[in-house]
Nanobody
Framework: QVQLVESGGGLVQAGGSLRLSCAAS????????MGWFRQAPGKEREFVAG????????YYADSVKGRGTISRDNAKNTVNLQMNSLKPEDTAVYYC????????????????WGKGTLVTVSS
């Protein structure tokens, strides 16, 4: 089993930055990719960014391209999401997820989920 714990959420003014972290523990050898998803109030959960563990390839939703950067630390089994130029529409609960797959970014291919960290962007 894999345990995921997110951190770094909080209240930020529009235009500000935030760095989210996700620490994985347990049977981390089974992880081939990790990603960030978010769910805004009244909206469905959506993919934000992902990274393949082996080759480090990154993937981003159009909504965060140019503003978000996902990175990994294989030794620490940690994935980070740096978000810049935050907008009120970025307000959401951000979830970290891990997968045994490498290139499938649908939430249905995620095997484990963290409990989420709230990001609130004020206007």
């Amino acid at each position: 089993q894999v345990q995921l714990v997110e951190s770094g959420g909080g209240l930020v003014q529009a235009g500000g930055s935030l760095r989210l972290s996700c620490a994985a523990s347990g049977r981390t050898f089974s992880i081939n990719s990790m990603g960030w998803f978010r769910q805004a109030p009244g909206k469905e959960r959506e993919f934000v960014a992902g990274i393949s563990w082996g080759d480090g390839n990154t993937y981003y939703a159009d909504s965060v391209k140019g503003r978000g950067t996902i990175s990994r630390d294989n030794a620490k089994n940690t994935v980070n999401l740096q978000m810049n130029s935050l907008k009120p529409e970025d307000t959401a609960v951000y979830y970290c997820a891990s997968s045994r797959y490498r290139r499938n970014w649908s939430e249905y291919y995620m095997n484990y989920w963290g409990k989420g960290t709230l990001v609130t962007v004020s206007s």
